[in-house]
């Protein structure tokens, strides 16, 4: 027969061994300086390097750093033998929240690249999005349609900022 305790133990095993899968297959695109993209032609291939700006991926970094202390964090409570089954589902659902942030922040980034060909970075606090993007004109049309374009991804009125960086 499986008690409380044990029944914890195996959801909690269970869950660090998700996360610790997700965080070996996950992409270490994030870390990199500089992404180059090979494009071959008819006549020859030539190489054409994007460099990406470097304050984006200090951004990046720090954002990726201050979000994993706060998950090595949340998963010591989760194994916490001291703590009540109450806090453990918080930071539970804490985590779950962190890694869903992560993702729409990087599926947002995404788009504009899409949508308007600049590098950005995104950050998204609670109802707060900001938005960094290096481009070589500021023009509030560009911002009004990168904001309308996060807007659109949430039912909730969303406070979004866009800023502009030269490259």
């Known amino acids: 027969m499986i008690n409380k305790q044990n029944l914890w133990f195996l959801t909690l095993f269970s869950l660090i061994l998700i996360l610790s899968v997700y965080y070996i297959t996950m992409p270490n695109d994030l870390l990199t300086a500089a992404k180059e993209t090979e494009i071959v032609t008819n006549k020859g291939s030539t190489k054409e390097t994007i460099e990406e700006s470097s ?22 409570q989760l194994i916490n033998d001291a703590i009540s089954s109450e806090e453990k589902n918080n930071a539970y659902e804490k985590l779950k929240y962190l890694n869903e942030l992560q993702g729409r922040e990087e599926a947002l980034e995404a788009k504009i690249k899409k949508e308007y060909k600049i590098n950005c970075f995104v950050k998204i606090d609670n109802n707060d999005a900001n938005v960094v993007c290096v481009s070589p004109t500021h023009d509030s049309k560009l911002a009004n349609n990168i904001m309308r374009l996060i807007q659109a991804e949430y039912k909730k009125k969303m406070y979004i900022t866009v800023k502009f ?3």
């Not at 304050?55 to 010591?76: C, G, H, Y």
């Open 55 to 76: 304050s984006l991926v200090a951004m990046r970094v720090s954002l990726e750093e201050e979000r994993q202390n706060e998950m090595d964090t949340l998963q010591e």
């Open 165 to 167: 960086q030269k490259s």
